[in-house]
């Protein structure tokens, strides 16, 4: 199930493959597109190792360079596993990418105070995976939820996936 701007809770809520996490980043840019008085958005994924978590940040940044702002880097889009924060400037759009996973939470502390600083009038996204690894100053404005189906591991062709916004 994807993007029904007449739920509440869940914008995607099922199993998907690899292949489909573009669609779902269509989603999650829709859902953001439809809150443009909103300028400044935290997103936390969750997800065990292998099961899209950069992946789908790869597809919603193709999805947003596409759709919001073309002045984005066309670069290859890496996991920032081992640097922590990778951050990509537009004319109209920031998005930083932070991998918590090996994160010390005084230096993710540090990362969301820098992240107040910098927030201007572009649309800000701050994507954290393994957001719950950290303590949050603010909760996330949508939270991901990537898992392996059961009796599976990252092998598996398909994978579940909850979207949840905490927006009132």
């Known amino acids: 199930m994807l ?18 996490l573009p669609t779902v980043a269509g989603s999650i840019s829709t859902y953001i597109q439809r809150h443009s008085d909103k300028k400044n958005w935290i997103i936390g994924v969750e997800g065990d190792l292998g099961t899209g978590k950069t992946t789908l940040f790869q597809s919603l940044y193709t999805t947003l360079s596409g759709q919001w702002d073309d002045t984005l880097p066309q670069i290859p889009i890496q996991s920032p596993t081992f640097t922590y924060l990778k951050t990509y400037e537009g004319n109209n759009l920031s998005v930083w990418h932070v991998d918590a996973y090996r994160l010390k939470t005084g230096l993710c502390a540090e990362v969301l105070s820098v992240w107040d600083e910098v927030l201007d009038d572009r649309v800000h996204i701050l ?8 303590q949050m100053i603010e909760k996330p404005d949508l ?26």
Not at 3 to 20: A, D, K, T
Not at 127 to 134: A, C, N, P, S, Y
Not at 143 to 168: C, E
């Open 127 to 134: 994507w954290i995976e393994w957001f719950t690894l950290v």
């Open 3 to 20: 993007y029904n701007p007449s739920m509440s809770e869940y914008l995607v809520n099922g199993s998907v493959s690899l292949n489909e």
């Open 143 to 168: 939270i991901i939820n990537l898992a392996h189906p059961v009796n599976q591991g990252a092998d598996a062709k398909i994978r579940t996936i909850q979207i949840r916004s905490n927006m009132t």
